[in-house]
């Protein structure tokens, strides 16, 4: 008679899992401009008819950003870093050195992904900066930006709310393309 009142409350427990709650959407910070963040994720990128994807780990913060490009097992592939004094890639045993870290993709890679705006684009605005053309949906939202020469397709946010932050990035400059899967957020990372 007693194993009843434990198994319903063990049955109620167990779909207490199957219904995780959900978590708040991802919004962008009150001061963005200045906000540090983590982002992890999925990369694609279609350069020349060649396609490459990878799990991404990037951490900006306002005088450095260190991308880490990951294998489907989690491994770290490559490892791109640049602050204010350099940049480097590290790529399983070798390892690449120039002044600003376009320059060193361009060299090493053959594309680069431009982290001056690229900061901006993630959060969903544009670079200050920079003059841009932009186009909204209904919401507020971003959903095509053009500046410094790359097009910024906004194919998903997390929410329907104007601060929300994207969850899916096109990127095409002449003949790459890259495509940016945003799965989680982190701000103020250490």
């Given at each position: 008679m007693m194993r009843l009142p434990v198994l319903i409350w063990l049955g109620l427990l167990s779909g207490c899992a199957l219904f995780p709650s959900t978590p708040a959407p991802a919004l962008r910070p009150a001061q963005p401009e200045t906000a540090t963040f983590a982002l992890n994720g999925r990369i694609s990128i279609d350069h020349h008819g060649t396609r490459h994807s990878a799990g991404l780990r990037w951490t900006h913060k306002?005088?450095?950003?260190?991308?880490?490009?990951?294998?489907?097992?989690?491994?770290?592939?490559?490892?791109?870093?640049?602050?204010?004094?350099?940049?480097?890639?590290?790529?399983?045993?070798?390892?690449?050195?120039?002044?600003?870290?376009?320059?060193?993709?361009?060299?090493?890679?053959?594309?680069?992904?431009?982290?001056?705006?690229?900061?901006?684009?993630?959060?969903?605005?544009?670079?200050?900066?920079?003059?841009?053309?932009?186009?909204?949906?209904?919401?507020?939202?971003?959903?095509i930006l053009n500046q410094d020469g790359w097009e910024v397709r906004y194919l998903r946010y997390a929410d329907t709310k104007p601060d929300s932050l994207p969850a899916r990035l096109q990127l095409s400059h002449e003949d790459l393309q890259v495509q940016l899967l945003i799965d989680e957020w982190e701000w103020n990372p250490q």
């Amino acid at each position: 008679m007693m194993r009843l009142p434990v198994l319903i409350w063990l049955g109620l427990l167990s779909g207490c899992a199957l219904f995780p709650s959900t978590p708040a959407p991802a919004l962008r910070p009150a001061q963005p401009e200045t906000a540090t963040f983590a982002l992890n994720g999925r990369i694609s990128i279609d350069h020349h008819g060649t396609r490459h994807s990878a799990g991404l780990r990037w951490t900006h913060k306002a005088q450095s950003d260190e991308i880490l490009l990951l294998a489907p097992l989690g491994q770290t592939a490559a490892r791109v870093y640049r602050d204010a004094r350099q940049a480097t890639l590290d790529d399983g045993d070798k390892h690449y050195q120039a002044d600003d870290v376009e320059t060193l993709m361009r060299q090493v890679l053959h594309w680069h992904l431009p982290l001056g705006g690229l900061h901006h684009w993630v959060i969903g605005m544009a670079d200050a900066e920079s003059p841009a053309k932009i186009q909204r949906a209904t919401n507020g939202q971003i959903s095509i930006l053009n500046q410094d020469g790359w097009e910024v397709r906004y194919l998903r946010y997390a929410d329907t709310k104007p601060d929300s932050l994207p969850a899916r990035l096109q990127l095409s400059h002449e003949d790459l393309q890259v495509q940016l899967l945003i799965d989680e957020w982190e701000w103020n990372p250490q």
